[in-house]
């Protein structure tokens, strides 16, 4: 059982270049998320995707785009990179939209450099 | 303004002692929360979570308590083992905004 996968697992770009970061569910959840996470800073919330066909902005979206592809894909794509992007991010699902009683499952993370 | 935090960055435990982790929260909205533990390169993981009308939640080794009156919770892990070293997150789920808050994470340090 895969869990959450993300891809890659590593990236170094340099400031302009774009890419996108690839997350991949198999527990047939409804909702997936976009965080970041900063030393000290806790994981920040980018973008959601409550259900399939809708996406929302969260707390940091700036300088990110993403795509709900079908129910188990959810992409987060980055069209000019910056320094202030360099972080790890983290895909997350969940069975409903509130989260609750099961919580997220996590990816293992893409730690991105931005030179 | 709103947010979730945690009262201490880093928390060095003896193997065998109790570990309490302590979360602040300051939105009287929030009615559900969660911990979650983060080992080295790897994504958090669920742990134990807690809805606001309960003020006590057991799991295998873990407690979590929810003090409503002073917005604070804490985790409390019985019997630390080296395993148990890792960043612990609290995270608040308000009802009318179902989208996870997260706190800066408390580093448990268990030393042998």
């Known amino acids: 059982n895969a869990g959450v996968t993300q891809t890659p697992k590593f990236q170094v770009l340099k400031t302009g270049q774009s890419m996108t970061l690839q997350c991949a569910q198999d527990?047939?959840?409804?909702?997936m998320y976009w965080y970041r996470q900063d030393p000290g800073m806790g994981l920040r919330l980018i973008y959601y995707s409550a259900s399939e066909g809708t996406t929302d902005k969260g707390e940091v979206p700036n300088g990110y785009n993403v795509s709900r592809l079908n129910k188990r894909e959810f992409s987060l794509r980055l069209e000019s990179a910056a320094p202030s992007q360099t972080s790890v991010y983290f895909c997350?699902?969940?069975?409903?939209?509130?989260?609750?009683?099961?919580?997220?499952?996590f990816g293992s993370g893409t730690r991105l450099t931005v030179v | 303004g709103e947010s979730v935090g945690l009262h201490l960055p880093t928390l060095s435990v003896q193997e065998g002692d109790n570990s309490i982790i302590n979360c602040a929260y300051s939105n009287s909205a929030s009615d559900y929360f969660i911990w979650y533990k983060q080992e080295s390169g790897k994504g958090p993981q669920f742990i134990i979570d807690?809805?606001?009308?309960?003020d006590k939640r057991q799991g295998q080794r873990v407690t979590v308590l929810l003090n409503k009156t002073v917005k604070h919770l804490s985790l409390q892990i019985a019997a630390t083992q080296p395993g148990d070293s890792a960043v612990y997150f609290c995270?608040?789920?308000?009802?009318?905004?179902?989208?996870?808050?997260f706190g800066a994470g408390t580093t448990v340090t268990v030393r042998a």
């Open positions: 997350a699902s969940s069975l409903t939209f509130t989260g609750r009683d099961y919580g997220y499952t």
């Open positions: 527990m047939n959840h409804n909702s």
């Open positions: 995270a608040e789920n308000r009802s009318n905004d179902y989208k996870l808050s």
């Open positions: 807690i809805r606001s009308n309960m």
